[in-house]
């Protein structure tokens, strides 16, 4: 209570008088007092009690704070006071000992808030305006403020500052901001401001966010660096995902390539750290993204001829091959691999070249196989490498014949596995999810080509020992009548 009587100048022994009381006593002094020093008082005790008594200085308060950014422009002081408080009427940040009931109603304090904030889009253009202050005191908590607003109401928000003068041009000053932690909320603002906005997020890409985004990401370590660089690939996410200028935007600018050294990996791969691993795995994503099927074919073609020109297919195989890789980024590699070279003749070529560090050689298509006709490796890891296997034999009928030969007698080597005895094997497996991949894996090699079809019924299988060969369309046969579980029966059926 010495606090309040220090606020109010002073008061006789007494009753007090309660939280609403004294913010209504601190508003009538932000809006009736002459001397800037006594206004800035009172707005920092408002912002003292914002938390406290969120609802009370929200309801009373907000209007004459709004003013005090409006009139007050020369103090920087007093302009940080109120962006603060602002800021803590209208976040809604989780805390861990608050209940769902309490977090809830903080929840809708902040919705309430933010709605009566934005009724007047001038506030969102002042807010935007003092963005470009350089005093840290005024433009931090107001990075901060607007990012809490665009959390509560991102698209309302997004379409005051899409039609404000500069507006985005402003927020993305604050990328080249040498302050680190302004700089760092730029980031968090921006990915809120790009959800979901394909406007926004073209005036973005165009407004040089690529350039400056690698070059963060560059300096803070690639994918040894920290939250961070991951801030920053979920921005470049936002960005490229679903939005295909941007994505040309990228290629064109020649940024794939500078994706090349985030997958350069050592010898040892053991102790990675979990940032590491999420960096990474952003990392694969949009890589995924550039070459996505749901793009069109012309522009996923296109990102994959710079992918292997670049070196950035070798690279992903290198780790591919890798030892140490955690399983979880060994998966995405396989899956991102498989949309580098899917429907690519070249990169297809290429991935079928590729050999494993063993002794002697193996080809990484016969190493991926082995794994997925294991059924002691994650289920996650075995569907990846059938994807795989499926991208190498889209539109490929010279991967499709390769791997069909090595099923006839006459390619047959005895001395090594290959693709066709693991895929047989899988078949005839007791584990029925190797059936299954087997099969499904089988159907793709004859998808669209009726030459290999009638190859594959030279194919003879020796069931048992001692028993003549029967061929692989007979066995098939025999499994579908005598199987007892589903999946195998449809897998076969693929066949």
Same mark, same amino acid.
Request: hydrophobic fraction near 40%; aromatic fraction near 6%.
């Given at each position: 209570?010495?606090?309040?009587?220090?606020?109010?100048?002073?008061?006789?022994?007494?009753?007090?008088?309660?939280?609403?009381?004294?913010?209504?006593?601190?508003?009538? =002094?932000?809006?009736?007092?002459?001397?800037?020093? #006594? =206004? +800035?008082?009172?707005?920092?005790?408002?912002?003292?009690?914002?938390?406290?008594?969120?609802?009370?200085?929200?309801?009373?308060?907000?209007?004459?704070?709004?003013?005090?950014?409006?009139?007050?422009?020369?103090?920087?002081?007093?302009?940080?006071?109120?962006?603060?408080?602002?800021?803590?009427?209208?976040?809604?940040?989780?805390?861990?000992?608050? !209940?769902?009931?309490?977090?809830?109603?903080? !929840? !809708?304090?902040?919705?309430?808030?933010?709605?009566?904030?934005?009724?007047?889009?001038?506030?969102?253009?002042?807010?935007?305006?003092?963005?470009?202050?350089?005093?840290?005191?005024?433009?931090?908590?107001?990075?901060?403020?607007?990012?809490?607003?665009?959390?509560?109401?991102?698209?309302?928000?997004?379409?005051?500052?899409?039609?404000?003068?500069?507006?985005?041009? =402003?927020?993305?000053?604050?990328?080249?901001?040498?302050?680190?932690?302004? /700089?760092?909320?730029?980031?968090?603002?921006?990915?809120?401001?790009?959800?979901?906005?394909?406007?926004? @997020?073209?005036?973005?890409?165009?407004?040089?966010?690529?350039? /400056?985004?690698?070059?963060? %990401?560059?300096?803070?370590?690639?994918?040894?660096?920290?939250?961070?660089?991951? #801030?920053?690939?979920?921005?470049?996410?936002?960005?490229?995902?679903?939005?295909?200028?941007? @994505?040309?935007?990228?290629?064109?600018?020649?940024? %794939?390539? /500078?994706?090349?050294?985030?997958?350069?990996?050592? !010898?040892?791969?053991?102790?990675?750290?979990?940032?590491?691993?999420?960096?990474?795995?952003?990392?694969?994503?949009?890589? +995924?993204?550039?070459?996505?099927?749901?793009?069109?074919?012309?522009?996923?073609?296109?990102?994959?001829?710079?992918?292997?020109?670049?070196?950035?297919?070798?690279?992903?195989?290198? $780790?591919?091959?890798?030892?140490?890789?955690?399983?979880? $980024?060994?998966?995405?590699? %396989?899956?991102?691999?498989?949309?580098?070279?899917?429907?690519?003749?070249?990169?297809?070529?290429?991935?079928?070249?590729?050999?494993?560090?063993?002794?002697?050689? /193996?080809?990484?298509?016969?190493?991926?196989?082995?794994?997925?006709?294991?059924?002691?490796?994650?289920?996650?890891? +075995?569907?990846?490498?059938?994807?795989?296997?499926?991208?190498?034999?889209?539109?490929?009928?010279?991967?499709?014949?390769?791997?069909?030969?090595?099923?006839?007698?006459?390619? %047959? *080597?005895?001395?090594?596995?290959?693709?066709?005895?693991?895929?047989?094997?899988?078949?005839?497996?007791?584990?029925?999810?190797?059936?299954?991949?087997?099969?499904?894996?089988?159907?793709?090699?004859? @998808? *669209?080509?009726?030459?290999?079809?009638?190859?594959?019924? +030279?194919?003879?299988?020796?069931?048992?020992?001692?028993?003549?060969?029967?061929?692989?369309?007979?066995?098939?046969?025999? $499994?579908?009548? @005598?199987?007892?579980?589903?999946?195998?029966?449809?897998?076969?059926?693929?066949?």
């Amino acid at each position: 209570m010495n606090f309040f009587r220090g606020v109010m100048g002073g008061q006789a022994a007494g009753p007090q008088p309660s939280g609403a009381e004294t913010i209504q006593k601190l508003c009538d =002094r932000v809006a009736s007092s002459t001397l800037l020093e #006594d =206004r +800035r008082d009172a707005v920092r005790a408002l912002k003292s009690l914002s938390k406290k008594y969120r609802m009370e200085v929200g309801t009373q308060a907000m209007e004459h704070l709004i003013n005090i950014l409006q009139t007050d422009r020369s103090d920087s002081e007093i302009l940080g006071y109120a962006l603060d408080t602002l800021y803590n009427l209208i976040c809604n940040d989780e805390e861990e000992e608050q !209940d769902e009931a309490m977090q809830k109603q903080s !929840d !809708d304090l902040g919705a309430q808030f933010t709605e009566q904030f934005i009724q007047d889009p001038e506030h969102i253009t002042l807010i935007l305006s003092l963005l470009e202050e350089f005093d840290f005191h005024v433009r931090w908590p107001g990075v901060k403020l607007l990012t809490a607003l665009l959390k509560n109401q991102g698209v309302q928000v997004q379409g005051i500052i899409l039609v404000s003068p500069m507006g985005v041009s =402003r927020l993305m000053d604050l990328l080249a901001d040498s302050r680190e932690v302004i /700089r760092n909320d730029g980031l968090l603002l921006l990915q809120q401001l790009t959800k979901s906005n394909a406007a926004i @997020q073209k005036i973005v890409a165009f407004e040089s966010a690529f350039e /400056r985004l690698l070059d963060i %990401i560059t300096e803070e370590g690639s994918s040894d660096g920290g939250i961070v660089v991951e #801030d920053c690939l979920l921005l470049l996410l936002n960005l490229l995902k679903n939005n295909s200028s941007n @994505q040309n935007f990228f290629k064109e600018g020649s940024y %794939i390539q /500078r994706m090349k050294p985030w997958f350069e990996v050592g !010898d040892d791969n053991s102790g990675w750290s979990a940032q590491k691993v999420t960096n990474l795995h952003l990392m694969l994503q949009l890589v +995924r993204v550039m070459v996505s099927p749901v793009n069109s074919p012309g522009a996923s073609a296109s990102c994959q001829k710079s992918m292997y020109q670049c070196g950035l297919l070798q690279q992903l195989c290198t $780790i591919l091959m890798a030892t140490g890789v955690p399983a979880d $980024i060994l998966t995405e590699t %396989i899956n991102t691999v498989s949309e580098v070279i899917r429907g690519s003749q070249v990169n297809q070529d290429y991935f079928a070249s590729v050999n494993a560090p063993s002794n002697p050689p /193996r080809p990484a298509i016969v190493v991926l196989l082995m794994s997925m006709v294991n059924e002691r490796q994650p289920f996650v890891l +075995r569907c990846a490498v059938l994807y795989c296997f499926q991208c190498f034999l889209y539109k490929n009928q010279k991967g499709q014949g390769e791997i069909v030969a090595t099923l006839l007698p006459s390619t %047959i *080597d005895a001395n090594s596995i290959s693709a066709g005895q693991l895929l047989c094997g899988g078949l005839f497996s007791a584990d029925s999810l190797s059936n299954w991949c087997a099969s499904v894996a089988l159907a793709h090699a004859l @998808q *669209d080509n009726l030459t290999q079809k009638e190859q594959l019924l +030279r194919v003879q299988l020796a069931t048992s020992l001692g028993k003549p060969p029967v061929s692989l369309l007979q066995q098939c046969t025999n $499994i579908l009548s @005598q199987g007892d579980k589903i999946a195998r029966r449809v897998s076969n059926a693929c066949v």
